[in-house]
């Protein structure tokens, strides 16, 4: 069963150049991996700086393969650490 993964950021302003290719690696490294569907990202109107991204994926188990995948954690490594938080996965199945 398909899987979304909601990932939301906020991206101080004097970041946002820094985080744009660790984000756009991700993505890349994403698309490369088995059971990878799609991919959206979207900026938040009413507060700058907000983002969310919603992944799908063909299966749990699919996501756990990306989720520990050593380049995967790097990047997303840096990009904690460059925001100064831990990103945070909400995930969601279709009903």
């Known amino acids: 069963m398909a ?6 950021r906020i991206v101080p ?3 946002a150049e820094a985080l744009k290719p660790l984000l ?3 993505r890349n490294l ?8 799609s991919g959206e990202t979207f900026k938040r109107i009413d507060r700058p700086g907000e983002s969310l991204v919603v992944s799908t994926w063909q299966s749990m188990e699919d996501w756990r393969k990306w989720v ?3 380049m ?3 990047t997303q490594e840096k990009i904690d650490h460059l925001l ?3 990103t945070d996965y909400e995930i969601y199945s279709y009903d």
């Open 30 to 37: 994403a698309m490369q991996q088995p059971g990878y569907i």
């Open 84 to 86: 100064g938080e831990k």
């Open 68 to 70: 520990v995948n050593d």
């Open 72 to 74: 995967r954690k790097g």
């Open 13 to 15: 302003e004097n970041k």
């Open 24 to 26: 756009q690696k991700l």
């Open 3 to 8: 899987v979304k993964i909601i990932i939301k």
